[in-house]
T-cell receptor, first 114, second 113 residues
Framework: EAQVTQNPRYLITVTGKKLTVTCSQN?????MSWYRQDPGLGLRQIYY???????DKGDVPEGYKVSRKEKRNFPLILESPSPNQTSLYFC?????????????FGPGTRLTVT | GNSVTQMEGPVTLSEEAFLTINCTYT??????LFWYVQYPGEGLQLLLK?????DKGSNKGFEATYRKETTSFHLEKGSVQVSDSAVYFC????????????FGPGTRLSVLP
C-alpha cells in the first residue's frame, strides 16, 4: 500500500530534550516536506526537500533541523524543544499527476513539550 | 506573495443541507488549486483539484470551479452527510516549484443528523 508513515504518533517531552520524528514514504517520491498545524493558522511549512541531500527552509524553520540521506526518509529533528513547538506535525511527499503536483500526507505526530 | 483565504468556521449544517465553503487566493504565476479534507485523527487527503481556469474539480459529490477572474475556488456540495464532518483546506501550488503548497487556515464542518 502506498503510504507516508510517521513515528511516533504521540510524544510528550520536556524542554531541551532532543527528539526526532521519523517520516518514511514508499512511493519513490523525490519531494518531501514537513508542516506544523496550529489552531487558526492552518498548515505552515517547516522544511522541504527536493531530493536526496537537497533541503531548504519553509516558512517556520526556526528550532528545527532535517536531513535527507535516503530518498524514502525525511526525519525532523528538534535539538532543544521548547513549549512553543507543541503542535501537530505532518510529513508529506509529492508526485506529479494529471497536470499538477499532489501531496500525500502522513497521519500526523502530536507533540507536547512541557 | 502567495496566499489563500477561507471563510471562518466552524460551519454547522443539518444533514442534506447545501454546503458552500468560500476560498479566494492571491498568487504570482498561474496556480493549481486544491481542496484537501482532514477527518478526525487523520492526515490530509486530496479531495479535488483544478489546474486551469474554468476547470471544475469533483469528487464524492463535492465540486469546485477555478475562477481566474475572481481568484476563487469555492467548495460546494448539494446534500451533506454526517460523514462529511471534517476540516476542509483550500490550497494552491505555483510554478516553478509546484511541489510547494500554500494552505488556507481550514474550515471545520459539522453535520448534524
Amino acid at each position: 500500500e502506498a503510504q507516508v508513515t510517521q513515528n511516533p504518533r504521540y510524544l510528550i517531552t520536556v524542554t531541551g530534550k532532543k527528539l526526532t520524528v521519523t517520516c518514511s514514504q514508499n512511493m519513490n517520491h523525490e519531494y518531501m516536506s514537513w508542516y506544523r498545524q496550529d489552531p487558526g493558522l492552518g498548515l505552515r511549512q517547516i522544511y522541504y526537500s527536493m531530493n536526496v541531500e537537497v533541503t531548504d527552509k519553509g516558512d517556520v524553520p526556526e528550532g528545527y533541523k532535517v536531513s535527507r540521506k535516503e530518498k524514502r526518509n525525511f526525519p525532523l529533528i528538534l535539538e532543544s524543544p521548547s513549549p512553543n513547538q507543541t503542535s501537530l506535525y505532518f510529513c508529506a511527499s509529492s508526485s506529479y499527476r494529471d497536470r499538477s503536483y499532489e501531496q500525500y500526507f502522513g497521519p500526523g505526530t502530536r507533540l507536547t513539550v512541557t | 506573495g502567495n496566499s489563500v483565504t477561507q471563510m471562518e468556521g466552524p460551519v454547522t449544517l443539518s444533514e442534506e443541507a447545501f454546503l458552500t465553503i468560500n476560498c479566494t487566493y492571491t498568487a504570482t504565476g498561474y496556480p493549481s488549486l486544491f481542496w484537501y479534507v482532514q477527518y478526525p485523527g487523520e492526515g490530509l487527503q486530496l479531495l479535488l483539484k483544478a489546474t486551469k481556469a474554468d476547470d471544475k474539480g469533483s469528487n464524492k459529490g463535492f465540486e469546485a470551479t477555478y475562477r481566474k477572474e475572481t481568484t476563487s475556488f469555492h467548495l460546494e456540495k448539494g446534500s451533506v452527510q454526517v460523514s462529511d464532518s471534517a476540516v476542509y483546506f483550500c490550497a494552491l501550488s505555483v510554478p516553478p516549484y509546484g511541489q510547494n503548497f500554500v494552505f488556507g487556515p481550514g474550515t471545520r464542518l459539522s453535520v448534524l443528523p
